[in-house]
């Protein structure tokens, strides 16, 4: 039988929440990044990495691609969770241009890629994003509201405040891959 696990990294809980329903959907391993080594890896055939997206990058992600070549022998699936609407082609056009960079090409054509929305509580977000955030609201507020693109307007309407767009049905996609496998 194939031994697959999940593993994880998360700042505010959105990723963990994805982690925790596709671990329980696949019945299979649980692991925050920072209690895993590489070795801990060996036993498993399938690996599935969750990261969330700050500031184009995907957290913790080395373990991926700094393990990559004792890796590249097993099913590499990667998700990100970040704020951007992933049913927006612009938006998964610029996580995987982020990516890019992180990722080689070999990389790119072994790892299976998803992405799924997460969510924000401005209140327990560290002093560095709040900052990010508010220098982002400000950028897209001073452009004509009629122009902005739906995902903008809702970002300035929902700004400061805590929303969740996480939903267990967009993980799906994910486990129905993995059992295919």
Not at 73 to 80: C, Q, Y
Not at 119 to 135: F, T
Request: proline fraction near 2%; hydrophobic fraction near 40%; charged fraction near 25%.
């Amino acid at each position: 039988m194939r031994k697959i696990v999940v593993v994880y990294q998360s700042k505010y809980g959105a990723t963990k929440k994805y982690a925790e329903w596709i671990s329980e959907e696949l019945s299979c391993d649980l692991f925050e990044r920072k209690n895993i080594k590489l070795a801990d890896l060996e036993p498993y055939d399938t690996i599935i990495y969750g990261g969330g997206l700050y500031a184009g990058g995907v957290s913790g992600i080395d373990i991926v691609t700094k393990n990559f070549d004792q890796l590249s022998n097993k099913n590499l699936i990667l998700f990100t969770c970040g704020l951007a609407d992933p049913m927006d082609k612009e938006n998964t056009d610029s996580i995987k241009q982020s990516l890019n960079k992180v990722l080689t090409t070999q990389m790119q054509n072994k790892i299976k890629l998803f992405h799924l929305r997460g969510a924000i509580d401005y209140a327990k977000l560290s002093i560095a994003h709040k900052a990010m955030m508010a220098m982002l609201y400000r950028m897209i507020n001073k452009k004509d509201y009629d122009s902005l693109r739906i995902e903008d307007k809702e970002f300035i309407s929902t700004y400061g405040k805590a929303v969740d767009f996480t939903d267990r049905s967009t993980i799906l996609p994910i486990v129905s891959y993995i059992q295919k496998l």
